[in-house]
């Protein structure tokens, strides 16, 4: 026994003096921008739909804009835009958040002015419609806009605001390719062709805008942020980065076109849009979205 113990006592001290591998320790380096953005135009291949993509980190130093200008239906990513007048006319003293709204389920079609009202079956939440004839404060129409994306609540909002002083908003802000033409579920309209669309660079400009502060005020787009961070619908971006990042944002979907549009707190903070158009399951769409957010982000 004891004559082993010189060979282990060399055999320790050789193992002790074997240099480290030079790699050892080291973190894995992120994989180049470019690398990461033709692994995002691999996926989009792929897919055979019709994806927009525009993609900034707030330091500026990554920026991507793929068919950043194709015409989208918006979906409910037209309700970003309505939330932001809500906030501008609360800025401007024209309104308070805590002002109460009486819930009516009663609109005017933008066609003729002929009434119609909303389908608690076609909206995605029926907390507002549970409240009808009672009232609801401003600022809880808009969380349910926002972050269950109720149909019933937007509408509610765009008559409270004025479409046209949400198109002017969208245009003072520079978000050229987002048309907020009507509220929702305005069937004579949408027979008529008459529908809300975006462009993925569009919608950047209002997220990135509300990112870096500057939609209405500082104070209100932290407000904003905030809401959008309360989101409901999660499999798209969120699915697509590493559990428990902050992601502020909004989807929308209709028929065979799913969107999200967010900004991500990761270790490196970016505005994110991704549009899609022409695929049937919106689980699919999902995955597609949370993909090419993998594949894209440092």
């Excluded at 959008?228 to 499999?235: E, P, S, T, V």
Aim: charged content about 25%; overall charge negative; aromatic content about 4%.
């Amino acid at each position: 026994m004891n004559s082993l113990l010189p060979i282990l006592a060399m055999t320790l001290a050789t193992a002790s003096q074997t240099p480290a591998s030079p790699d050892a320790g080291k973190k894995s380096e992120p994989e180049p921008f470019s690398s990461r953005r033709q692994a995002a135009v691999k996926i989009i291949g792929e897919s055979g739909a019709e994806v927009s993509v525009a993609y900034r980190l707030l330091d500026g130093s990554e920026e991507w804009m793929h068919e950043a200008d194709r015409v989208f239906h918006a979906a409910s990513t037209m309700k970003v835009p309505v939330m932001i007048e809500l906030f501008r006319q609360e800025s401007q003293k024209q309104l308070s958040l805590s002002d109460t709204l009486e819930i009516r389920n009663e609109f005017r079609s933008v066609v003729d002015g002929s009434l119609y009202a909303m389908n608690m079956g076609d909206d995605s939440d029926a907390t507002v419609y549970r409240n009808i004839g009672k009232t609801m404060t401003l600022e809880e129409l808009n969380a349910q806009m926002i972050t269950v994306s109720s149909n019933f609540a937007t509408n509610l909002l765009i008559d409270r605001l004025g479409v046209r002083n949400v198109r002017a908003t969208v245009e003072s802000l520079g978000a050229y390719g987002v048309e907020v033409r009507r509220g929702v579920e305005d069937q004579k309209a949408f027979d008529q062709g008459i529908i809300n669309e975006t462009t993925a660079r569009g919608l950047f400009v209002l997220m990135n805008a509300i990112a870096r502060g500057t939609a209405v005020s500082k104070g209100a787009s932290e407000r904003m942020v905030e809401v959008l961070a309360g989101q409901k619908f999660n499999d798209g971006i969120p699915q697509g980065v590493p559990p428990g990042t902050k992601v502020a944002h909004k989807t929308g979907t209709i028929t065979r076109v799913h969107h999200d549009a967010g900004i991500v707190y990761g270790a490196r903070p970016c505005v994110l849009v991704i549009l899609t158009r022409g695929i049937d399951k919106e689980a699919d769409s999902d995955a597609l979205i949370a993909r090419i957010t993998r594949a894209l982000l440092p």
